[in-house]
């Protein structure tokens, strides 16, 4: 049993690893350069037997990865074979070489024409499955429009505005749509559970070999009325916020004056390699967590590791207000005052999160940004504490 163990958490650490050095050397290497690579290319013919790290404006892999990619840039470009996972992040990823595992994508658009042999995860505004596209295993998918021209092993999970299916599914199709089209070519192995206004539009010659079920969404109607009902007790919480993160923020600059000034820099100056670290964080952390749990010795950690996650979330809020009220009061060139700062940033912040879209996404960026700051707070200052041989 124990060996088992012990195995799990190595291969907790091994999973955890990558991730770490990939954001944090992108982030190094920006704040060395202060600009992102052109070209990287992976030229056809060259073999890397280890896993491959890369960002720049277009990054290539046309040669050989004995290991894992983790790639992100303005258009990302797979075409070589990867006999590992694919984790990339871009506006436009296009993947038509071959992935022997699973590929877990975010972009703006994202064009499959190889053969991935594990599972497909993907957020992307557009996403294509092509007629040569192959995925060995499950799609699950969040996207504004979704075609499967190619194979799906498996099943698809998916939340789409418009989906597609012309080929053939071998499990259950899961999704939630504006539309949902099966095309003549379309044959879904299992059942087909979508949940929509509209009825889907099923074309002569497609094919579902178990049961489709429609669910109607709540109704505009009712959506209203709730939201009528939800909107004093969303308000009065949005109040109870704004008050108890100023204060609590006064309280961290008044006690903390010192560390709030040097995650502010940290944040502001390395603001790429902050993102990084933080949205490494925000994968590697949970995943930890769910093979610790899975675990006999490594339960405990688990939980000490959930409760610093979420120690280290609440003050990443905090420290986004602290952040940008210093932030504004320098461009604004005002008084000098850490009160103030931080009453004019909690303001900022909070007028922002009322932004549809615009605040949602500021939020995510700048708690992302912030957790990172902090995580690189944290590893500056244990460094500087084993070198004095305090711990």
Known sequence: MYWYNLGMLKRFFLLLTPFLILFASVGVVYAQTGKMPTNVELKAGD????????????????????GDVYVFG????????????????????SISGNVSND????????????????????????????????IGKSVVAGAGSMVVNGTVGRGITAGVGDLTINNSVGGSVIAGVGSLTLDSEAKVGGDLNYWSENDASVRAGSIVAGATNKHIPVKAEKREEVSGALGGISLFFRIVSFISVLIISILVVKLLPVYSKEVYEIARSKMLRS???????????????????????????????????????FF???????????????????????????????????????????GLLFGLVAITISTGALVYHQQALFKSLRSQKLI
């Open 47 to 66: 073999i890397v037997n280890q896993d491959y790290f890369a960002r720049g404006d277009v990054v290539t892999v046309s040669g050989v990865v004995n």
């Open 316 to 358: 990443a809020k905090i420290f986004v207000a602290v952040s940008v009220g210093f932030f504004a009061q320098k461009q604004l060139k005002l008084e000098k005052s850490d009160t103030m700062a931080v009453v004019l940033g909690v303001v900022i912040v909070t007028l922002i999160s009322f932004l549809p879209v615009v």
């Open 103 to 134: 590929v877990r994508i975010a972009a703006g658009q994202v064009d499959v024409s190889g053969d991935i042999g594990g599972s497909l995860t993907a957020g992307a505004g557009d996403l294509t499955i092509e007629d040569a596209g192959h």
């Open 74 to 93: 303005q258009k990302v470009v797979i075409d070589g074979v990867v006999n590992g996972d694919v984790i990339a992040a871009g506006g436009r990823i």
């Open 275 to 313: 993102f990084l670290i933080g949205l490494a964080t925000f994968i590697g952390v949970p995943v930890a967590i769910v093979i610790l749990l899975v675990t006999i010795i490594g339960i405990p950690i688990a939980f000490l590791l959930l409760f610093a996650f979420f120690v280290t979330l």
